[in-house]
């Protein structure tokens, strides 16, 4: 059910842990939004995904430029200017008329796929190779390996196929979900908690919005017998995430980094498993029923 529009390979990997995380979280908003057109839900998402793209590139993009000046990088500027072009891009997105939804969807998919691919095999690793390694040089392919090997000692929220849905929409959103955990964690290994704590709260707040209500559309068209139960789960998500918008103002970042990164990934490992899997149970037999008359 569905289709990965942009499919995450290996050779995108760029040896930096928090700019992966956070690269994957935005392959799996791209591919959320293409299902959801596919999906026949691509109006109710179209605008708040963008609005959520829009949120999580400035909170990547700040990232990535911060990581470039603290280490004097030469190609900074050039790279500052096509992370603008491509905020430019989203926001004309965001002001284009909507009456062929269809259409702007897939534009919309196509082109951040692309400009996100030829971005992290260009600049991304450029940037990375010499900020990590000090020159323009490819490092070694051991050291890449010894990378991504530490990258998955450190992931706090890891995808497993047994969580997978079978609805490839709300299987995205989980990713991406599961992603933006692991690069605020990540971020907080790395000492830089504080730079980022605040806009990635922002955007969990924005993107678990959007992911309860693809979930709770679902559960109203087919009658989901369990739907004010599940909402009020989902309720009391968004009160927690408000709760530590609020705690951000008071705590140190670290320890509200490693509060949010263990609550989030508890909550939602145990929602999917729980509480996702009954609705996705549900609503595949009614599907079934459906097809069948």
């Known amino acids: 059910m569905g289709i990965t529009l942009a499919q995450w390979l290996p050779e995108y990997e760029t040896g930096d842990d928090l700019v992966d995380e956070q690269h994957q979280s935005l392959f799996s908003i791209i591919n959320s939004l293409n299902n959801a057109m596919l999906e026949g839900q691509g109006e109710a998402l179209l605008q708040k995904t963008l609005e959520s793209l829009k949120d999580y590139t400035t909170v990547h993009f700040d990232t990535e430029e911060e990581f470039m000046l603290r280490h004097n990088y030469p190609g900074y500027e050039q790279h500052r200017i096509k992370h603008e072009a491509l905020k430019t891009q989203v926001l004309k997105f965001e002001q284009k008329n909507h009456n062929n939804l269809s259409q702007l969807t897939i534009e919309v998919s196509h082109f951040l796929t692309d ?66 955990i692991n690069a605020l964690n990540t971020a907080m290994l790395a000492g830089r908690a504080e730079e980022l704590i605040q806009r990635t709260l922002k955007s969990l707040r924005n993107y678990t919005t959007i992911h309860f209500e693809t979930e709770e559309q679902f559960m109203l068209h087919y009658g989901y017998p369990g739907y004010s139960e599940h ?46 899997q009954k609705m996705i149970i549900f609503l595949s037999q009614k599907r079934q029923k459906g097809l069948k008359n």
């Not at 890449?144 to 990258?151: E, F, G, N, Q, V």
């Open 115 to 180: 400009w996100l691919i030829h971005h992290i095999k260009d600049e991304d690793r450029k940037m990375i190779r010499f900020c990590c390694h000090g020159c323009w040089f490819k490092p070694h392919s051991d050291s890449t390996h010894s990378s991504a090997t530490l990258s998955s000692q450190f992931e706090i929220a890891r995808w497993h196929s047994k969580y997978e849905t079978g609805y490839t929409l709300i299987d995205d959103q989980h990713k991406s979900l599961f992603h933006a």
């Open 231 to 276: 909402k009020a789960k989902h309720q009391r998500l968004r009160e927690q995430v408000e709760q530590f918008n609020q705690q951000e103002k008071t705590e140190s970042s670290s320890e509200l980094s490693i509060n949010v990164s263990h609550f989030l990934t508890h909550w939602l490992i145990d929602h999917i498993k729980d509480e996702d």
